[in-house]
């Protein structure tokens, strides 16, 4: 099922430093690709999404970097904090109700 | 709002019995999710309704599954009988419009044992 494939499935960054989580897609008819962190016993939550018309997007300390063309999109967290530390998920979907989940990143920020 | 609500939040069961898991989604929302997440698979959409109306189950793994949602404010999924593999966290989720115009909000899972 599942059709995104999402990179590294663990990270440990110090704090201050530069999170990059990678994912790539098959379906070129994806055409909304979100973020949700996760943190330990909670559901996801939507952090950043993008659409494939913008090569970039940017939210305070996250960033969305897309790129069309190779069917890669990523997550960079700048000045990586411990609070950070959370599970990420890249998804994709398209037309009427079709989320589609990478397998998750387990962000680690040491102090 | 309190958000989407999830029963119960841990659930132990011996293999063989009935487990029904409960969601109360976001009201006003028209559509709802339920996901399952396993550090082997991620989390997999397993069904989803909009407007009541179950549009897509292919993600049900086998018969031993089923959804339903018989009213805007409630869905359930059972699962007769249980099997040691069903362990997982089972995750709803509800949205508002076009999942891929908005945001999916997951209530906090249903963790699963089955012994």
């Known amino acids: 099922q599942q059709q995104v494939k999402q990179s590294p499935q663990s990270l440990i960054v110090q704090k201050g430093g530069i999170s990059i989580i990678n994912c790539a897609y098959e379906?070129?008819?994806?055409?909304?690709f979100p973020w949700y962190q996760q943190f330990p016993g909670k559901g996801p939550a939507l952090l950043i999404a993008i659409r494939p018309d913008v090569s970039e997007k940017k939210e305070g300390r996250f960033t969305i970097s897309f790129n069309k063309s190779a069917k890669q999109f990523s997550l960079h967290i700048m000045d990586s904090q411990p609070g950070d530390s959370a599970t990420y998920f890249c998804a994709a979907s398209m037309v009427w109700n079709d989320m589609r989940f990478g397998a998750g990143t387990r962000l680690t920020v040491k102090p | 709002d309190a958000g989407v609500i999830q029963s119960p939040r841990h659930e132990v069961t011996e293999m063989g019995q009935e487990v029904t898991l409960r969601c109360k989604p976001i009201s006003g929302h028209n559509s709802l999710f339920w996901y399952r997440q396993t550090m082997m698979r991620g989390l997999e959409l397993l069904i989803y309704f909009n407007n009541n109306v179950p549009i897509d189950d292919s993600g049900m793994p086998e018969d031993r599954f089923s959804a339903k949602m018989p009213n805007a404010s409630f869905s359930t999924l059972k699962i007769q009988p249980s099997e040691p593999r069903d362990s997982a966290v089972y995750f709803c989720?509800?949205?508002?419009?076009?999942?891929?115009?908005?945001?999916?909000?997951f209530g906090e899972g249903s963790r699963l044992t089955v012994l």
């Open positions: 379906n070129t008819a994806f055409d909304y």
């Open positions: 989720a509800s949205s508002l419009g076009q999942v891929n115009t908005g945001e999916l909000f």
